[in-house]
């Protein structure tokens, strides 16, 4: 497979984002989402036994937006906050090719937040820029 300039320059990221009851919040956080500037990007999602109607919700976006979200299947797991998030690392490295991604960018992502349009932009940015500096290489970078 060969990988074309843009790809290198602008590489797809995964945007991890673990639930548990945020139906209050989801809405404008996942909006927030859709409205970046830097579009090359697919939100991971995992539900850790919601009670509520964030999985509805979720689904609702995937359905509408099916470039934009990979919705893990339910377990009914609750691993808890840093629990989720180690889990959806993990899934995300065994399925970079699954997802599209050519390396593992990586950002984190809580219910409740609602980003500036420009956040994944300027992360983007300041991940490659620091890339850049050290030279490609098999530690991690972050931001």
Known sequence: MTVNS???????IAILLSVYNGEAYLTEQLDSLLSQSYQNFITVVRDD??????????????????NKFHILPPDQDNKG???G????????????TELGLDKAYLMFCDQDDVWHSNKVELQIDA?????????????????
């Open 49 to 66: 036994g919601s009670t509520d109607d964030s999985v509805r919700l979720i689904r609702e976006y995937a359905e509408n937006n099916p």
């Open 85 to 96: 998030f180690a889990f959806l690392m993990e899934y995300v490295l065994k399925h970079k």
């Open 127 to 143: 991940m490659l820029a620091a890339e850049k500096q050290v030279g490609l290489s098999n530690f991690p970078i972050l931001i």
């Open 81 to 83: 906050a840093s629990g």
């Open 6 to 12: 843009h790809q290198i320059s602008k590489p797809k």
